[in-house]
């Protein structure tokens, strides 16, 4: 109970920063196509976050082991610019719908279009968690806790699933709050930090983590499928 108390807390705090992002910079909460996502949103959370603390319990308390002490200054850097990379677009987007306008906005097919695929991004990324209990947003081998290579589920198809679930969601995210412009700022951040991270990252796991080296040669995508 503990666990899943922790579980509903996270992602009723998680909610609230995302209606900051994209609320406070427009300074009201009359934006419909916001208050539609962040209900999806909080509904995949608890409905996917429920199942997880069920079947995948250490895979939740994964998650909840940020390992910053474990992190080097590089990396630390490398969070922290991929962090901006996927706030900004959500306030980029509130601004430019709601102030600038800087090019002609989404219709409504590619509003839907754009729902699709920031679920796509969620549940990639649920995927991901699902697959490897070791999942975490820091860099770190948690060896305590018997840290084994995944190579299983999504895995066997890209190294770095999760972060191939965040450009998605960010992408459809930015196209369902109608903005062309926080779109293409999203896609040009997120590829550029993302590579960045996975050069740092790599390097870890292959002098880190058994058997990583050999994968690497297995499962030629990292995150962008026939790119990179």
């Given at each position: 109970m503990l666990l899943y108390a922790k579980t509903l807390t996270g992602i009723g705090v998680q909610v609230a920063f995302f209606a900051a992002l994209m609320l406070l910079p427009i300074g009201t909460?009359?934006?419909?196509?916001?208050?539609i996502w962040l209900t999806v949103y909080a509904l995949l959370s608890v409905v996917l976050g429920t199942y997880l603390v069920i079947a995948r319990p250490a895979a939740v308390e994964a998650r909840m082991r940020a390992g910053r002490g474990d992190q080097t200054p590089v990396d630390r850097l490398a969070f922290a610019i991929m962090l901006v990379s996927l706030m900004l677009p959500f306030s980029v987007a509130a601004l430019?719908?709601?102030f600038w306008k800087l090019l002609p906005m989404p219709g409504a097919l590619m509003q839907v279009i754009g729902m699709a695929l920031f679920i796509a991004g969620y549940l990639i990324i649920f995927l991901s968690v699902l697959h490897n209990e070791f999942a975490a947003l820091t860099v770190h081998i948690q060896k305590e806790e018997g840290h084994v290579l995944a190579d299983s589920g999504v895995y066997g198809y890209m190294r770095h699933p999760m972060y191939a679930g965040f450009l998605v969601f960010t992408l459809?995210?930015?196209?369902?709050?109608?903005?062309y412009a926080a779109t293409a700022l999203a896609a040009i951040m997120?590829?550029?930090?993302?590579i960045y991270r996975i050069g740092i990252e790599e390097a870890t796991l292959k002098e880190k983590l058994p058997g990583y080296d050999d994968y690497m040669k297995r499962v030629k995508t990292r995150f962008l499928p026939f790119i990179y």
């Open positions: 909460t009359d934006w419909p196509a916001a208050i430019d719908v709601s459809g995210t930015t196209l369902w709050l109608a903005s997120l590829i550029a930090s993302t």
